[in-house]
């Protein structure tokens, strides 16, 4: 979104404005209306997963690099360690059409219903092949779900002052286009929910996948409201050089950077943003594709820097007293749910998060 020269004119501007008027009133509309905001009983902890999360159907899994059913083995890792009864996950509902309106235009919508635009974006070639209506069952469907996920994950967070979904982050797909096995926008989502139903209206990103997050990006390029942290390797996709203009500390980490550095960079670039901007809510994208070995991310940060960065970050949150939402986004190797795992059992041990008692009878 570009401002209107003054050589518009005034009834180009004023129209504009009504336009744009329309838009948020219809938006603010859809996201009272919304059932994704639910309310979640003390009895469960913000976790959040449902088994629809998990994309595996004729051999979808093996066809693709990623380990597409890495959201719920983090949850079996977690219940099989004894941090976590599986009736305390909070399961979150699918967002609807409607609710994807929020963001997405229609016409962006109507492009997926052509699955050669979801092999695309998926980056599943044969994916192209299928008809629709399977594509929307076993691949949008568990992506709509995690999006439910993120946007519940807001609410959660406000209440409990941190909530994890163990999914989302889909941080390459802005209101209209989307891309890199990101579908919908659900950080964008999830943010403007934010705005209507906590009523807030100043939201930090902090966002620590190895790539570029070119949708938030473009979603929120002039809107002030948010402050957007991105510390990725400017050596991989995207590539999207416009967004970089949008991103408030734009911190980049060349390929082989290795754990020291890259957690000294983060411990810079934290204290800089506590000092830039005063959120009422952190958007954490804990991609983990920054691990060593990660063929996509090719930086060399070990399983313990993940901890170390995660940690950081929610203490960051906790020390300002500011609810924060983590998402698990990017890094599919099979490596990747255990350190993520392991990096949530880490914030139980710190208690920056409260995980119940798996024994506890309620
Ligand atoms: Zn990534």
Redesign the pocket.
Known sequence: MSAIPSSTGVSASSSSTTSKNDVESLRRERILKSKLYFDVPHSKVPLIYSPSYDIAFLGFEKLHPFDSSKWGRICRFLVADGVLDKKHIVEPLEATKDDLLVVHPESYLNSLKSSLNVSIIIEVPPVALLPNCLVQQKVLSPFRMQVGGTILASKLAKERGWAINVGGGF??CSAGNGG?FCAYADISLCIHFAFVRLNISRVMIIDL???QGNGHENDFSDDRRVYILDMYNPGI?PFDYEARRYIDQKVEVTSGTATNEYLTKLDQALEVAGRMFNPELVVYNA?T?ILDGDP??RLKVSPEGIISRDEKVFRFARDKNIPLVMLT???YMKSSARVIADSIINLSGKSLVDLGSPSENI
């Open positions: 941080h390459h890199g996948d190895a790539h996709y991609g594709d996509l991310g986004s990017g890094g």
